[in-house]
């Protein structure tokens, strides 16, 4: 069966926390679909998105555990905070992580997305703004059109 993925980063702490106040309150002002937590809705940085056969699961986690290797530390630092997203500035080490991630990790990958491929859980719905953003990454998000951001709104329109 072939899953939706999001390879992600996670952010600090400090702007872990910042991302879910800001989205607390974009949820109480019914702007935001998802409210995010620790545990469950977390709050992450998308590196790459994409379609994957689950037995190509584990493959995929040993290549991204090879390209961690080569990352000591991706500093995250906050450019500016907006209605729906947390832009982040995007440093040097974090375009190469991307880069490195889409380049070694797209092969596992197709940009297929279909309702099914989702995990739904806890009353959750897939906007139609997720299939462009899954099916198109690659293309319309990747490297030079990279914009690493957390959102915390209603998702970016497409």
Request: glycine share 2%; charged share 30%.
């Amino acid at each position: 069966m072939k899953k939706a993925i999001d390879i992600v980063l996670l952010p600090p702490e400090n702007i872990m926390d910042l991302s879910i106040k800001l989205n607390n309150q974009a949820f109480l002002d019914n702007k935001a679909v998802v409210k995010l937590d620790k545990k469950d809705f977390l709050p992450h940085i998308s590196l790459l998105m994409g379609v994957i056969e689950e037995e190509k699961l584990s493959e995929l986690i040993e290549k991204l555990k090879e390209i961690l290797k080569n990352f000591d530390k991706v500093t995250i630092e906050i450019e500016k905070t907006g209605d729906n997203w947390i832009s982040l500035k995007n440093t040097e080490t974090l375009q190469k992580l991307h880069e490195n991630t889409v380049q070694e990790c797209d092969n596992f990958l197709t940009h297929d997305a279909k309702n099914e491929n989702f995990l739904i859980e806890r009353n959750e719905i897939i906007t139609n703004d997720c299939y462009p953003w899954v099916n198109n990454f690659p293309t319309n998000h990747s490297f030079e059109k990279y914009q690493p951001h957390i959102t915390i709104g209603n998702p970016l329109p497409y």
